[in-house]
């Protein structure tokens, strides 16, 4: 990919961003495209480890509820400001998945699987249990980022869903920004080639655990960025964050989208955040067509929806 | 003076001896060959030199270093790669991509620079791109530089393999069946290739089953049988060795009742 | 002790259910390969159908039967709908694709019955049996020996049976399966019948003790597939040693530790293991080819 290329993608995704709004119908559409955007943020992130790197997580939720729990926690435990606390967030997910990621990442396909999955039940497990500090299932507030206040100190009055509308499409952007600096770079370039054929990437030198755990951590710190995000807007937190399903969804929206592409991971995040809001009319149906719409994207879109479509348009186009 | 020594090197797979005591050298701009039937060892003898598998017994030394059971990537660090028999191409990727990721250790720097594309990162890339154009130059396949690997015919990933194994500059390069599946005119240029590398200094081991291009090209041929080296020398010398010989009609022999 | 005891038969009775499950998880990767994370849904369709259809008045062995037949059948459709069209996926499309069947399924079953947690009735009572200075529930014997009888049965099945070894032989080499003229696709449908039989006969068996509910299917699965792993993917042997001992170490650590990290506990040891021995307790090393 040429770097016109990465400003192709990056200028079509800021280009939706900006013009969407025009057509919110009401003020509750900037909470869902927020929502959208820390999805995608957390997707982008899963797509250099699954997508570049070829290794499955099945736990990256977990990392998403460390992030969570540090903007519940630091800023009443520790004085931090929420800015603060996501940094804090980032740093103790990069430690974990730097401490646990070495002896994972030994692991191949279903035992990779598991091991992650493992992970991810552990920190959901330790959130739930540890009401003292938590509050257990039942969840905690989280104290506000204070930067709207801020910017109404300095005159411009946003509602909270424009506020978050903006701040997560930025994080967003530069989360996408960041991720398409790698796909070009010596180190993502290695990634796909252990993705590739993991033999041959060592005989060019390549060292393999290395660059599986650098794919590792960087993953780790967008799951824990996003999962700050979203306890920040929503001002409240459930372990839910960081439990088995929200893995699930995630690498479902990856790969829904295409996960070897940034731009397909942020469709799949869009498609999949939407639809229980398209939903909601039909309640209990929910489940049916989640289920349904995943079985049948990987059955017949076996590379995800965007790298399906534009073979299409490709193989129409000659 | 030799730079890659191999010396009495062995391999047990649950119980079965693949290969056992076998000793050669190769010096710079020199090409050695090792031939056998199939089922001899011979791949078996370039994954334990390559460091894929860990040997049994026995050391392997490059510039006089023991690098046995070195990892692949620690090899590749100190000039040592090799090609696959079956290949081994990132499938994903262009061709072009696919001999860049060849130069990963001349490219590669801070992880940060990679992840903020800071100036330093690009420069790296601008300059292996040239370099990567070279080598596809080089091996005929500029032209199919941005198509996706996977689609090239067996022959030109053969020739991308090489390609790719040449953007680290080896200082000895193991080659596996580099001319299987290739037609008479690409096995020619393979052909020619190999003995352009070898004239560049750089030190060949070589594994083939194209009896014509191994005697044409070789300065040295180690014979294995059952995993033994049974017999070496010059082409010349081997091709007279009773004991390559019989080793040769005899697995004739039991293919030929094998057909029967 | 005493508590010891007690502790370890329970730790018997919920292992056996894992080791069901993790059966059937066997099975179906022996035969494709696929993981199949639906397979906790099978559990909770056996007990769901037992449960309605006993309460629209039929005999309870009758209704087991009739939903064991049923979560067959769904076992096959799955197969056929799901899992073969997309043979020679990647593995993490073939993830994705289990884990939507189930939440389909779940979703299916929370429309056609309800969102309500069900019992049935012990099959012989709930006086509990005084044994080895501890008690256990006649339900336990029933749990443990079905699950015993089950891996027996298959044992025979697979070792003297023509089609228990063809379907040994397809999950051997399909190639070759196919070469000495086995219908390597009917061995497929086959398995995934078993394997959704076993998963409904576990849930008939636990469904007096530990309730039966819609959404049951989540951490049953992810128990057998913990399980299966700890055996070592594709052994039965490994499933049940799997099961057995990650009921155990639930139940140990319940009464010793802390109830509420026993599934913690569960999944530390797996990682432990899995540390240790990549391919689990019973798992095949395998050297990759190059």
Same mark, same amino acid.
Request: glycine share 12%.
């Given at each position: 990919?040429?770097?016109?290329?990465?400003?192709?993608?990056?200028?079509?995704?800021?280009?939706?961003?900006?013009?969407?709004?025009?057509?919110?119908?009401?003020?509750?559409?900037?909470?869902?495209?927020?929502?959208?955007?820390?999805?995608?943020?957390?997707?982008?992130?899963?797509?250099?480890?699954?997508?570049?790197?070829?290794?499955?997580?099945?736990?990256?939720?977990?990392?998403?509820?460390?992030?969570?729990?540090?903007?519940?926690?630091?800023?009443?435990?520790?004085?931090?400001?929420?800015?603060?606390?996501?940094?804090?967030?980032?740093?103790?997910?990069?430690?974990?998945?730097?401490?646990?990621?070495?002896?994972?990442?030994?692991?191949? /396909?279903?035992?990779?699987?598991?091991?992650?999955?493992?992970?991810?039940?552990?920190?959901?497990?330790?959130?739930?249990?540890?009401?003292?500090?938590?509050?257990?299932?039942?969840?905690?507030?989280?104290?506000?980022?204070?930067?709207?206040?801020?910017?109404?100190?300095?005159?411009?009055?946003?509602?909270?869903?424009?506020? &978050?509308?903006?701040?997560?499409?930025?994080?967003?952007?530069?989360?996408?920004?960041?991720?398409?600096?790698?796909?070009?770079?010596?180190?993502?370039?290695?990634?796909?080639?252990?993705?590739?054929?993991?033999?041959?990437? %060592?005989?060019?030198?390549?060292?393999?655990?290395?660059?599986?755990?650098?794919?590792?951590?960087?993953?780790?710190?967008?799951?824990?960025?996003?999962?700050? +995000?979203?306890?920040?807007?929503?001002?409240?937190?459930?372990?839910?964050?960081?439990?088995?399903?929200?893995?699930?969804?995630?690498?479902?929206?990856?790969?829904?989208?295409?996960?070897?592409?940034?731009?397909?991971?942020?469709? /799949?995040?869009?498609?999949?955040?939407?639809?229980?809001?398209?939903?909601?009319?039909?309640?209990?149906?929910?489940?049916?067509?989640?289920?349904?719409?995943?079985?049948?994207?990987?059955?017949?879109?076996?590379?995800?929806?965007?790298?399906?479509?534009?073979?299409?348009?490709?193989?129409?186009?000659? | 003076?030799?730079?890659?020594?191999?010396?009495?090197?062995?391999?047990?797979?649950?119980?079965?001896?693949?290969?056992?005591?076998? $000793?050669?050298?190769?010096?710079?701009?020199?090409?050695?060959?090792?031939?056998?039937?199939?089922?001899? /060892?011979?791949?078996?003898?370039?994954?334990?030199?390559?460091?894929?598998?860990?040997?049994?017994?026995? %050391?392997?030394?490059?510039?006089?270093?023991?690098?046995?059971?070195?990892?692949?990537?620690?090899?590749?660090?100190?000039?040592?790669?090799?090609?696959?028999?079956?290949?081994?191409?990132?499938?994903?990727?262009?061709?072009?991509?696919?001999?860049?990721?060849?130069?990963?250790?001349?490219?590669?720097?801070?992880?940060?620079?990679?992840?903020?594309? &800071?100036?330093?990162?690009?420069?790296?890339?601008?300059?292996?791109?040239?370099?990567?154009?070279?080598?596809?130059?080089?091996?005929?396949?500029?032209?199919?530089?941005?198509?996706?690997?996977?689609? +090239?015919?067996?022959?030109?990933?053969?020739?991308?393999?090489?390609?790719?194994?040449?953007?680290? $500059? =080896?200082?000895?390069?193991?080659?596996?069946? =580099?001319?299987?599946?290739?037609?008479?005119?690409?096995?020619?240029?393979?052909?020619?290739?190999?003995?352009?590398?070898?004239?560049?200094?750089?030190?060949?081991?070589?594994?083939?089953?194209?009896?014509?291009?191994?005697?044409?090209?070789?300065?040295?041929?180690?014979?294995?049988?059952?995993?033994?080296?049974?017999?070496?020398?010059?082409?010349?010398?081997?091709?007279?060795?009773?004991?390559?010989?019989?080793?040769?009609?005899?697995?004739?022999?039991?293919?030929?009742?094998?057909?029967? | 002790?005493?508590?010891?005891? %007690?502790?370890?038969?329970?730790?018997?009775?919920?292992?056996?259910?894992?080791?069901?499950?993790?059966?059937?998880?066997?099975?179906?990767?022996?035969?494709?390969?696929?993981?199949?994370?639906?397979?906790?849904?099978?559990?909770?369709?056996?007990?769901?159908?037992?449960?309605?259809?006993?309460?629209?008045?039929?005999?309870?062995?009758?209704?087991?039967?009739?939903?064991?037949?049923?979560?067959?059948?769904? /076992?096959?459709?799955?197969?056929? +709908?799901?899992?073969? =069209?997309?043979?020679?996926?990647?593995?993490?499309?073939?993830?994705?694709?289990?884990?939507?069947?189930?939440?389909?399924?779940?979703?299916?079953?929370?429309?056609?019955?309800?969102?309500?947690?069900?019992?049935?009735?012990?099959?012989?009572?709930?006086?509990?049996?005084?044994?080895?200075?501890?008690?256990?529930?006649?339900?336990?014997?029933?749990?443990?020996?079905?699950?015993?009888?089950?891996?027996?049965?298959?044992?025979?099945?697979?070792?003297?049976?023509?089609?228990?070894?063809?379907?040994?032989?397809?999950?051997?080499?399909?190639?070759?399966?196919?070469?000495?003229?086995?219908?390597?696709?009917?061995?497929?449908?086959?398995?995934?019948?078993?394997?959704?039989?076993?998963?409904?006969?576990?849930?008939?068996?636990?469904?007096?003790?530990?309730?039966?509910?819609?959404?049951?299917?989540?951490?049953?699965?992810?128990?057998?597939?913990?399980?299966?792993?700890?055996?070592?993917?594709?052994?039965?042997?490994?499933?049940?040693?799997?099961?057995?001992? +990650?009921?155990?170490?639930?139940?140990?650590?319940?009464?010793?530790?802390?109830?509420?990290?026993?599934?913690?506990?569960?999944?530390?040891?797996?990682?432990?293991?899995?540390?240790?021995?990549?391919?689990?307790?019973?798992?095949?090393?395998?050297?990759?080819?190059?």
């Amino acid at each position: 990919m040429t770097c016109r290329r990465k400003w192709i993608q990056i200028s079509i995704i800021a280009a939706i961003m900006l013009v969407l709004p025009f057509f919110f119908p009401s003020g509750y559409y900037y909470r869902v495209g927020a929502l959208v955007f820390v999805n995608a943020l957390s997707v982008v992130g899963l797509v250099i480890l699954v997508g570049y790197a070829g290794q499955i997580s099945l736990g990256h939720a977990g990392f998403a509820g460390i992030g969570a729990y540090a903007c519940a926690l630091a800023p009443t435990h520790l004085g931090l400001h929420p800015a603060v606390a996501i940094l804090l967030g980032a740093l103790i997910s990069a430690a974990l998945a730097l401490l646990i990621g070495r002896p994972i990442l030994r692991l191949k /396909g279903y035992y990779l699987g598991v091991a992650t999955l493992g992970f991810g039940i552990l920190v959901s497990m330790v959130l739930s249990n540890e009401r003292a500090l938590t509050g257990g299932p039942d969840g905690m507030s989280v104290p506000d980022l204070g930067l709207r206040s801020l910017l109404r100190d300095m005159g411009w009055r946003i509602s909270g869903g424009e506020f &978050w509308y903006g701040l997560n499409a930025v994080v967003l952007l530069i989360g996408i920004w960041i991720a398409l600096n790698l796909y070009q770079s010596a180190t993502g370039r290695a990634m796909r080639a252990l993705h590739g054929s993991e033999v041959a990437a %060592q005989t060019v030198g390549i060292d393999v655990p290395r660059i599986k755990l650098q794919a590792f951590v960087i993953s780790a710190v967008y799951a824990s960025v996003a999962g700050s +995000l979203l306890a920040l807007q929503n001002g409240f937190i459930t372990p839910e964050v960081a439990g088995f399903m929200h893995s699930v969804e995630m690498v479902t929206m990856a790969v829904l989208g295409g996960v070897g592409s940034v731009l397909g991971a942020t469709l /799949g995040a869009a498609i999949l955040t939407l639809l229980p809001q398209v939903l909601t009319v039909f309640a209990e149906y929910e489940q049916l067509v989640l289920g349904l719409i995943m079985v049948l994207v990987m059955i017949f879109l076996p590379r995800g929806l965007l790298p399906s479509i534009v073979a299409k348009l490709r193989g129409r186009g000659e | 003076m030799s730079i890659l020594e191999v010396k009495g090197l062995g391999i047990s797979f649950g119980g079965l001896r693949a290969v056992n005591d076998v $000793s050669f050298a190769v010096k710079p701009g020199e090409i050695v060959s090792v031939i056998g039937p199939n089922g001899a /060892g011979k791949t078996t003898l370039f994954n334990m030199i390559s460091g894929v598998y860990m040997p049994g017994v026995g %050391q392997v030394f490059l510039e006089g270093q023991d690098i046995t059971a070195r990892a692949p990537y620690l090899l590749a660090r100190q000039g040592l790669t090799r090609t696959f028999q079956n290949l081994q191409i990132f499938q994903e990727m262009t061709v072009l991509e696919n001999v860049i990721a060849g130069f990963h250790l001349t490219e590669r720097g801070p992880i940060w620079a990679d992840l903020l594309s &800071w100036p330093s990162a690009r420069k790296r890339a601008g300059e292996v791109r040239n370099g990567a154009y070279e080598l596809l130059t080089r091996v005929r396949l500029e032209k199919a530089a941005e198509e996706e690997a996977g689609n +090239l015919s067996y022959g030109a990933l053969k020739r991308l393999e090489i390609a790719r194994a040449l953007a680290m $500059s =080896p200082k000895v390069l193991l080659l596996d069946e =580099p001319a299987a599946g290739c037609n008479a005119v690409e096995t020619e240029e393979i052909d020619a290739l190999i003995a352009e590398l070898a004239a560049s200094g750089i030190a060949i081991l070589l594994v083939e089953h194209d009896m014509k291009m191994v005697m044409r090209i070789s300065n040295h041929i180690v014979v294995l049988d059952h995993g033994e080296k049974i017999a070496e020398g010059t082409p010349t010398e081997v091709s007279r060795n009773p004991d390559v010989i019989a080793a040769y009609l005899g697995s004739e022999e039991e293919t030929a009742h094998a057909d029967g | 002790m005493d508590a010891l005891m %007690q502790f370890i038969f329970s730790g018997l009775t919920v292992g056996a259910v894992y080791a069901l499950v993790a059966l059937g998880f066997t099975i179906i990767y022996n035969a494709s390969d696929v993981v199949n994370f639906a397979q906790g849904e099978f559990v909770m369709l056996g007990g769901m159908i037992t449960v309605f259809t006993f309460e629209a008045g039929l005999p309870l062995p009758l209704a087991a039967l009739i939903a064991i037949f049923v979560t067959s059948a769904v /076992g096959v459709a799955l197969n056929k +709908l799901a899992i073969e =069209p997309a043979r020679g996926a990647p593995v993490v499309s073939l993830i994705i694709i289990t884990i939507g069947a189930s939440i389909f399924i779940r979703g299916a079953a929370q429309i056609v019955f309800d969102k309500q947690l069900h019992r049935l009735p012990s099959f012989s009572g709930d006086e509990p049996i005084h044994m080895l200075g501890a008690t256990i529930l006649p339900q336990s014997l029933w749990v443990i020996g079905g699950a015993l009888l089950v891996f027996v049965g298959l044992y025979l099945f697979f070792t003297r049976t023509l089609t228990g070894k063809a379907v040994l032989a397809t999950a051997n080499n399909r190639l070759a399966a196919q070469l000495v003229g086995i219908n390597t696709g009917f061995m497929m449908t086959l398995s995934f019948a078993l394997s959704a039989a076993i998963g409904a006969l576990a849930g008939v068996l636990v469904t007096p003790i530990t309730l039966v509910g819609y959404d049951i299917g989540v951490a049953l699965a992810l128990k057998g597939f913990a399980a299966a792993m700890l055996g070592g993917m594709g052994n039965p042997k490994g499933a049940l040693a799997g099961g057995l001992l +990650l009921g155990l170490f639930e139940a140990l650590t319940a009464g010793y530790i802390s109830s509420q990290y026993k599934e913690a506990v569960a999944f530390i040891v797996i990682l432990a293991v899995l540390f240790v021995m990549p391919q689990g307790i019973f798992g095949e090393k395998k050297t990759e080819r190059v």
